[in-house]
């Protein structure tokens, strides 16, 4: 009963380092997203998948890159991470790419960028 | 993708029934009205969505008046672990790239 499994939890990266946050479902769904939460703040959509194969920009997509390994799993790169991309990521998957299917959220990867 | 506004917080106390109510004056004739609960360190939960009328499961009730320029998610008897951010999100299946979360409403429920 995984559902949505986001990898690491945690991670401090010094300014200009890369990292790729990995996440995979369990649902068998199509479409994925990764999306950011500032401090006190809603969720931001990064980058959208809605099927296997593609993928699309969302509210936030710069200095973000993503890759659709397959229909479980959708990463999130940060070439040269920057002191303003702490925040925490979230991971989502849905059924089908749209605004009204429910989606389902991992835990989350707290990242600090120092 | 339709506008939403929520009250930024509200309070509580255990047993009583809330109501959150989420304006969404621009919402489109395709738009669904989703509601999701987001506990801290967590990521959000889906809890309800509807389309007109009202909507029932085994957490919530959705009330959708004709005109739809509103939604009022209710929690019956809140408890404790009801303390959290709400979310109103309104849109079809169109919009997925315009995903806006908003800043939602916090729930503080007291002893």
């Known amino acids: 009963n995984a559902g949505v499994t986001q990898t690491p939890k945690f991670q401090v990266l010094k300014t200009g380092q890369s990292m790729t946050l990995q996440c995979a479902q369990d649902?068998?769904?199509?479409?994925m997203y990764w999306y950011r939460q500032d401090p006190g703040m809603g969720l931001r959509l990064i980058y959208y998948?809605?099927?296997?194969?593609?993928?699309d920009k969302g509210e936030v997509p710069n200095g973000y890159n993503v890759s659709r390994l397959n229909k479980r799993e959708f990463s999130l790169r940060l070439e040269s991470a920057a002191p303003s991309q702490t925040s925490v990521y979230f991971c989502?998957?849905?059924?089908?790419?749209?605004?009204?299917?429910?989606?389902?959220f991992g835990d989350g990867t707290r990242l600090s960028i120092l | 993708l339709a506008k939403t506004t929520q009250p930024i917080s509200m309070d509580s106390y255990e047993g009583q029934e809330v109501n959150i109510t989420c304006s969404h004056n621009?919402?489109?004739?395709?738009?669904?009205i989703t509601w999701y609960q987001q506990f801290p360190s967590q990521g959000p939960r889906f809890i309800i969505q509807?389309?007109?009328t009202k909507v029932t499961n085994e957490v919530a009730s959705l009330f959708i008046p004709a005109d739809r320029k509103s939604s009022t998610l209710s929690l019956p008897r809140v408890s404790l672990s009801d303390t959290a951010v709400y979310y109103c999100?309104?849109?079809?299946?169109?919009?997925?790239?315009?995903?806006?979360f908003g800043s939602g409403t916090r729930l503080s429920i007291r002893p």
């Open positions: 509807g389309y007109k």
């Open positions: 621009n919402i489109a004739t395709n738009d669904y």
């Open positions: 989502a998957s849905s059924d089908r790419r749209a605004a009204d299917q429910p989606q389902h």
């Open positions: 649902m068998n769904h199509n479409s």
């Open positions: 998948s809605a099927s296997e194969g593609t993928t």
């Open positions: 999100l309104v849109g079809d299946d169109s919009s997925a790239s315009k995903i806006i």
